[in-house]
């Protein structure tokens, strides 16, 4: 345990803004990729997993402002009703800023196993918006994503890690 | 000394604040979108700023059909070719049988007094990518406004109907598929003319008939093709076939599931179709009976 503590405060070095927007526009593009209809389901929002990742690593530089525009760019993005995804992604960034101190604290697994059920919350308030406004309920495979991006957390936190890894501070090495 | 706080300290709203703020302010947007529609520029403007990214994404299943379009076999393109050639005369013998109809049908039209409406405009377009959402039967087209693409135009491949343009930007336009679950096309039976009206399915990629009494003469195997009634769609575009009949005398009307025959989930080339819409305005309403009761009531 004392090792695994010491490994997550692995000196690293201060992340910059412009790799934060980077990040996000990567997930963006992930997101419109066009993938095949038989595997489309089980695609996660990667924009959603993006969001949280900063929300719970960066609380202070990145928050509900750039969540929230973020939502509106998926809305135009997949021509549904302005505001859905904006307002889930709302509900996600609170929940990683409330959340950031604690879910750190754990090992990659509980991590994981809270990363899916806000990502769930995600899913479940655009359904909420749907299902108000009209429309037949998807099917229990829709949730699918979510678990995959669950899943995908570890890959996602070394990989949003990485750049700062990259240069380890001189005085602690 | 004044109390000037390190910046470790300035929070700006509690968080709880910031979440209220946000939320209210996508409701107040999914609410005026919803009823109002007042953000059409808006949604243009921020669909501008992504088209970039829309193309890149797209990039590479582009690059893929190029590359795979370099390394072609010369074997292939004679395979091809022959294949072309056959199919060429084939068409060349249709197409002057066609010609002949054509001109048939519009003399026989002229003497009827009746406009012809079958237009000719046609833009071909390819599809950018379908929406990442299983809720919405909705594709990407990379034709805009810009190439005059206008907004309830037709949208067919080789085989049949796919759907219509319902939003557009400036390079790139949004196009409802039949199959989505708010979109309805009139259409007929091309064995005995009998009209219907055909709404899509949602997510199983299906058709359905709706209002058909239990004994109206619907087979399995039926072709179905655009009737022209709605003025959206010109007549005889072939859109399903009746893959299911179901008649439950417990239930008011017949469940006829159909499947299109475009292949709606999987193409990328797609062609628009122009229309002019000479559809003779709708004589007036008559008016209301309520209202001719109020006023009757009024003397």
């Known amino acids: ?173 | 000394m004044e109390q000037i706080l390190p910046p470790f300290f300035k929070h700006g709203p509690a968080p709880l604040v910031r979440l209220l703020l946000c939320s209210l302010l996508s409701i107040a947007l999914l609410i005026t979108d919803a009823r109002y529609k007042y953000l059409g520029g808006t949604r243009q403007v921020i669909a501008l700023t992504l088209y970039p990214l829309q193309r890149l994404a797209n990039a590479p299943g582009v690059l893929a059909v190029h590359l795979s379009e370099f390394f072609i076999t010369r074997g292939m393109l004679r395979t091809e070719n022959d294949r072309l050639a056959e199919q060429h005369l084939h068409d060349a013998a249709t197409l002057q049988k066609y010609r002949a109809l054509e001109l048939e049908n519009a003399h026989l039209r002229e003497l009827l007094g009746i406009r012809g409406h079958y237009s000719t405009g046609i833009a071909a377009a390819e599809i950018v990518y379908s929406e990442h959402d299983p809720f919405i039967k909705k594709i990407v087209i990379d034709k805009g406004a810009q190439q005059q693409i206008k907004a309830g135009q037709p949208v067919i491949d080789q085989a049949g109907l796919i759907g219509q343009v319902t939003r557009l930007y400036p390079w790139l336009a949004e196009v409802t598929l039949i199959t989505d679950k708010q979109h309805m096309v009139s259409v007929q039976n091309l064995r005995n003319s009998q009209r219907a009206v055909l709404a899509g399915h949602g997510a199983d990629g299906q058709l359905e008939l709706k209002f058909i009494p239990l004994n109206a003469d619907f087979q399995v195997g039926d072709q179905l093709v655009t009737s022209g009634i709605d003025g959206i769609y010109p007549a005889g575009l072939p859109v399903a076939v009746v893959v299911d009949v179901e008649r439950n005398p417990a239930e008011l009307f017949a469940r006829i599931i159909c499947k299109p025959l475009a292949g709606v989930a999987n193409h990328t080339q797609v062609l628009i179709l122009d229309i002019d819409n000479t559809t003779p305005p709708r004589p007036p309403q008559e008016e209301n009976p309520d209202s001719v009761k109020k006023k009757n009531k009024d003397k």
């Open chain 1, 1 to 173: 345990m004392s090792q695994r503590t010491a490994k997550s405060r692995e000196v690293i070095t201060p992340v910059r803004t412009t790799f934060i927007i980077a990040s996000l526009l990567i997930a963006l593009l992930m997101n419109l990729l066009p993938w095949p209809q038989s595997i489309i389901k089980v695609v996660p929002d990667f924009v959603s997993l993006t969001v949280l990742y900063w929300c719970l690593h960066q609380p202070r530089r990145f928050g509900f402002t750039a969540a929230w525009l973020l939502g509106l760019l998926m809305d135009v993005a997949n021509g549904t009703l302005f505001g859905q995804h904006a307002l889930a992604y709302s509900v996600l960034a609170y929940a990683g800023i409330v959340l950031h101190r604690r879910v750190l604290r754990f090992t990659m697994r509980d991590q994981i196993l809270h990363v899916i059920p806000l990502l769930l919350m995600t899913d479940l308030i655009v359904l909420a918006v749907r299902i108000i406004v009209g429309t037949e309920l998807p099917g229990i495979s829709y949730f699918a994503g979510s678990f995959v991006g669950g899943l995908l957390w570890p890959a996602a936190s070394y990989l949003l890690t990485l750049p700062q890894r990259l240069k380890p501070h001189s005085e602690y090495v």
